[in-house]
């Protein structure tokens, strides 16, 4: 009777455990599919789909609510670091049930048989998709000006110096110019500085609208811009592109 009471409680406080658990706690078999035998009901909140919708493949399988492109380079990635260790963390996106994309980790570990042989898989999966949407917006505003969308400074100096590189290799010239703003100060000063950023955003997609893609617009700061024109064989190429500015 002690040891059943003690197998009661611990069921309890696992349960409890699972349920207030953030994210999907699972167990799967090591089949083409990863099919679940187990996903705790943070899978609602997840994905969107119930635990009796995800286990034994019910009505999808989880392998399934992978994002496509993300599919292949996760099924490679968890054989290639199972490989070297039983515990892997990987990132990669989801399509919920509401067709929403979201972003999760998974922390798991391999279970094996008396023979060594991995025969299921028993981890966490977390909802990351805030944590990557501030790192995405980081690394924005480290390579791009936040008002014009443009690259800012430092994003130019490292185009100027890849666009150089590919000159010498392949022969060929590269154009860069400067250019500001005349009187741009008397925007700001009798307008406001709400006409000036304005001034500047319609600059910027004027800009972008001719020039080619391969080709960089990068705002340094204030009103002034630069442009690098690659794959330039003679300067009167440069000239027309100037005129046209």
Known sequence: RKTDSALRENERALSTLLANLPGMAYRCRMDDKWTLEFASEGCVTLTGYRPVDLIENRAIAFVDLIYPSDRLRVQAEISEKLERSDRFTIEYQIVC??????????????????????VALEGIIDDITERKRSEQRLSFLAQYDVLTGLPNRALFYDRLRQAVGRARREQSMVGLMFLDLDRFKQINDTLGHAAGDRVLKVVAERLKSFLREVDTIARLGGDEFTVIIEGVTDAVQLAGVAEKI
């Open 97 to 118: 049930a509401d067709a929403a994309v979201k972003w999760v980790s998974e922390k798991a570990q391999a279970i094996r048989d008396g023979d060594g042989n991995i």
